[in-house]
């Protein structure tokens, strides 16, 4: 949600600012803005929208200047205008913003009581005018900064430039990212790594209540008591290269495609072929001792960890609790001693998901976290950390991270069971053979990419559209119509097959497409029955099953997408695929922004 980008170049750098905001456009925004200092003074460009309107403003007015921040906007407080976009100008301070400042509706009625008059909508600009009220003062920018800080509450990354001074960025974070890139004679501010990738490597990530000042020639970092602290430096291995569509037509299409590389480099972390076993990195806490498991998580890594307490309560004969993660701390849950708190998140970031690790810490539980980003908040407070190797993903509607969320979440709940003695060094071995499948599988579910796109308008037409599973497909089912509605704008919806006669039944007709994920197997007849209901009332099914589920009850089906047969275990990476493609296909078909959907972001770092 929102980006942050702020550098201290050699020349003029407006158009790294934007390069920057590119990078950072899978966040989601809906809003854009840059401001440089020229000859002492602030010089800014602002528009609401996609960054080419922004781009289309500097070409008519360029910006020069050695020094900028830049900001793409996701609305929060105040609509998406431009005259809410940031960044935001207060007499000899402007600043940009991610997150929330909680209390900004008491500190603009302060404000506004000594008589000072605002811009825009939002919480931000409070905290630009607390800060040039302290200027005003007689304080520095840096004793400002100091003084403005705990007066804030809530979640917020800043990054600030004064008036006159064209050698001094703040930064400032406190629960939403902020990192430094180091560079030589250049310094740079920015969200996460991949906005500063081409510039450098050399990162430091600033942690909870840190604020930074820079220059081109050092960078001090300070801890929220204001004491001088070192953080570490990191190479992030993030390339431009990364953030590349290649010869494919979207992010999310490439992402797709990119899941049989993926999924093998994250089992390459967790699986000994040759020994037939599953290997986790170490925790800190016995694994044997786990009592029970409690899943947190939001959106698809909430149906990752749906099909996970499958596999737990199956193998590990551990019991499942598993809760969105932005109602879990107000139902008062009820966390045994001797429980493990497990927290999905892509970025792990995700504002909700992290207040429920903190809960669950508070609680005594032990804390492990599936990421993809082995460097962020949630990732430094686990007991175990199991990071996924998906690379970015720039496509906001999540794909590669899903699958590789769901196999390292396989690999764990067999190590898991093996810790509880409840699967036998023959049974971890055809696990692990089976997990060793899953990439060529993927390869194979693939294949079916053009005539899933041939079949697309035949739902993309339709204004409602109803997924059914059984058994470890009711989340694919889920994941199915999210993933639809994401980025199509189609209202769909995902149900347990057997559910359908509990009222949804009541939807169908000739004009409701029905898409029944149904793998042959033991639960295959029983969604067979339930689709054959479905058929009987007018609905046009789309089955999605093998070859032999096809042959057995593919007849008067509008359609049919056939997967490759493959063991139980690999079933949802392998019919994550299909669902993904046809989301996509049809979302092309109805001509939508497929990589950015509207009032989506990628990371929500606010509750």
């Not at 029970?292 to 499958?310: F, P, Q, W």
Request: net charge negative.
């Amino acid at each position: 949600m929102c980006g942050i980008i702020g550098i201290l170049g050699k020349s003029d750098v407006t158009d790294q600012l934007v390069a920057g905001l590119r990078r950072l456009e899978y966040r989601g925004y809906d809003s854009a803005g840059v401001c440089t200092i020229v000859d002492g003074a602030f010089q800014r460009r602002r528009a609401e929208g996609k960054l080419d309107n922004l781009a289309k403003k500097l070409a008519l007015d360029p910006l020069p200047g050695r020094i900028g921040i830049a900001h793409t906007r996701w609305a929060t407080h105040g609509a998406p205008t431009e005259d809410n976009a940031h960044p935001h100008i207060v007499g000899d301070v402007t600043l940009v913003h991610n997150g929330i400042i909680e209390n900004f509706k008491e500190l603009r009625d302060e404000l506004s009581a000594e008589g000072r008059t605002f811009a825009s909508q939002t919480d931000t600009e409070v905290v630009a005018h607390l800060v040039a009220r302290e200027l005003e003062r007689g304080k520095s920018p840096i004793e400002s900064v100091k003084a403005v800080l705990p007066r804030l509450h809530g979640a917020f990354a800043l990054a600030m430039m004064f008036k006159g001074h064209d050698n001094m960025l703040v930064g400032a974070r406190l629960g939403a990212p902020l990192v430094v890139g180091i560079g030589e004679g250049e310094n740079y501010l920015g969200s996460d790594a991949l906005a500063l990738a081409p510039m450098t490597q050399k990162i430091a990530y600033l942690e909870e209540g840190d604020w930074v000042v820079l220059s081109r020639e050092k960078i001090d970092i300070f801890d929220r008591e204001n004491a001088p602290v070192t953080r570490e430096v990191t190479l992030s291995g993030v390339s431009g290269a990364m953030i590349d569509k290649g010869n494919h037509r979207h992010f999310m299409q490439k992402e797709i495609f990119e899941q049989p590389v993926v999924v093998a480099q994250t089992l390459q972390a967790y699986l000994k072929p040759l020994e037939g076993k599953v290997a986790l990195p170490i925790p800190e806490f016995d694994l044997a001792e786990v009592k029970r498991v409690t899943i947190v998580a939001c959106g698809t890594s909430y149906y990752a960890g749906l099909v996970a307490k499958y596999w737990f309560e199956k193998f590990a004969r551990v019991p499942v609790d598993i809760d969105v993660a932005s109602e879990f701390r107000y139902r008062e849950p009820v966390l045994e001693a001797g429980g493990l708190a497990l927290f999905i998140s892509q970025s792990g970031e995700t504002a909700d998901t992290l207040a429920a690790l903190r809960h669950c810490r508070a609680e005594g539980q032990k804390i492990a976290v599936v990421v993809n980003v082995p460097t962020s908040s949630m990732a430094r407070e686990a007991d175990l950390l199991l990071p996924t190797n998906a690379g970015p993903e720039i496509g906001v509607a999540s794909t590669k991270a899903f699958t590789c969320q769901l196999a390292v979440l396989a690999a764990f709940a067999a190590n898991l069971a093996r810790a509880k003695g409840k699967m036998t060094a023959e049974e971890e071995r055809d696990i692990v053979q089976h997990l060793a499948e899953a990439p060529a599988a993927l390869n194979a579910a693939l294949a079916h990419d053009e005539e899933i796109e041939k079949m697309a308008p035949l739902v993309a037409g339709a204004r409602d559209v109803l997924y059914l599973g059984r058994g470890p497909d009711y989340p694919m089912a889920l994941e199915g119509a999210l993933k639809l509605k994401e980025i199509s704008y189609i209202h769909a919806e995902g149900y347990a097959a057997g559910e359908m006669k509990h009222g949804p039944i009541a939807l169908i007709d000739d004009s409701v497409p029905v898409i029944v994920i149904a793998p042959s197997g033991p639960l295959f007849e029983k969604t067979v029955s339930n689709m054959q209901e479905v058929a009987a009332r007018g609905g046009r099914i789309v089955l999605i099953s093998d070859a032999a589920g096809i042959a057995k009850a593919g007849d008067g089906a509008i359609a049919t997408i056939e997967m490759p047969d493959c063991h139980p275990l690999i079933q949802p990476l392998v019919y994550a695929v299909p669902v993904q493609l046809l989301a996509y296909h049809v979302a092309v078909a109805k001509g939508t922004d497929v990589d950015q959907p509207r009032n989506l972001a990628k990371s929500v770092t606010v509750e």
